[in-house]
């Protein structure tokens, strides 16, 4: 799907505009004009990027066929911004989703690119349609407008994986189970991958708000300064996620051994204490005695109560003497 908007110098915007047309919009002085492309690429809108924006065939191919981390590459007369959107999947430990966002900045004229439908893009599309100011201060202003969106999305994704870990600490807690652990490293991997994207995005915006570049005003990187900013407190946040998740699997790993801990504990006393019964049972089960001497109805009666007594005031005093040490 190609979708385009055009604003010219008295303020006019056209939403209806062809491709076909793109090449007259471009020439027309003071007016601006946002291509936005959407779908799997096909050669028509390769075509369309290399002929009427004159694109290099490395840049057109990087946009349309690659996935790349977040980069800007200068090209003199336009600049090629690779990022980033991001989305949080809660289920089953929480999945990160990442969509690219191909951009091509030029004077008056910008061009995005996206397979998928990316909520930033579509937010700051509505927003120029319910008022052209956004237009009017030019095509770098609104790269800005599409970078601080897309950054905007990348709170609520730190917030869930934050939720996310609140509850694997409750269930850790409570009752810990594989599925537990299985969420934590599907959560970790998240992160990480989160971390890996917002490292390479920073130094995108910080070279966009620093940079010399013949295609954004000196007046505009304040702008992208401010977004650059943002990406430090995200990477500092994401920072302490990863360290929430170190700390939960470790949590999850000291639960289980002591619990295994307190089993080995129980299996041991019940072990001891019937160790003694054992062994008197076994001596007194051997038919030495009865060999080498009769014993009267009496004596055997004597002797079978001994043995209960043995059975029952051994195990009885070694409880009590554990529980008296604090083993117990």
């Not at 191919?61 to 911004?81: F, M, R």
């Not at 008022?131 to 730190?158: S, T």
Request: glycine share 6%; proline share 4%.
């Amino acid at each position: 799907m190609i979708q385009a908007l055009f604003i010219d110098q008295n303020g006019t915007v056209n939403t209806q505009l062809q491709p076909s047309e793109f090449q007259l919009a471009l020439e027309k002085t003071g007016g601006l004009l946002w291509v936005d492309f959407e779908g799997p690429p096909g050669e028509y809108e390769e075509r369309i990027l290399q002929n009427v924006f004159q694109f290099h065939p490395l840049a057109v191919e990087d946009a349309l066929k690659g996935t790349h981390i977040p980069k800007v590459d200068d090209w003199d007369i336009y600049i090629y911004v690779a990022l980033q959107a991001v989305y949080f999947e809660p289920t089953n430990g929480g999945q990160l989703i990442t969509q690219e966002l191909d951009v091509f900045l030029g004077k008056n004229y910008l061009v995005t690119y996206h397979n998928q439908a990316i909520h930033a893009v579509t937010r700051v599309w509505e927003a120029c349609l319910r008022g052209e100011r956004h237009l009017r201060e030019g095509a770098d202003h609104l790269l800005y407008r599409l970078a601080d969106e897309v950054i905007v999305d990348y709170m609520p994704v730190v917030e869930a994986m934050d939720d996310v870990i609140d509850q694997a600490e409750d269930e850790i807690f409570a009752r810990p189970t594989p599925d537990t652990l299985a969420r934590i490293f599907t959560l970790k991997r998240a992160v990480l991958h989160l971390r890996r994207i917002i490292g390479p995005q920073r130094e995108v915006l910080n070279k966009l708000a620093r940079d010399d570049f013949a295609v954004i005003d000196t007046k505009a990187k304040i702008y992208f300064r401010d977004v650059y900013d943002h990406l430090v407190r995200l990477h500092d946040l994401s920072e302490s996620i990863r360290d929430l998740v170190s700390g939960a699997l470790d949590t999850y790993l000291s639960v289980i051994n002591n619990r295994m801990n307190e089993v080995m504990k129980t299996l041991t006393i019940i072990t001891t204490l019937f160790m003694p019964i054992t062994f008197i049972s076994g001596f007194f089960g051997m038919n030495y005695f009865q060999a080498r001497q009769p014993y009267t109805a009496w004596t055997e009666g004597h002797v079978f109560i001994l043995t209960l007594l043995l059975m029952v005031v051994t195990p009885a005093t070694m409880f009590w003497w554990m529980r008296r040490r604090g083993w117990m």
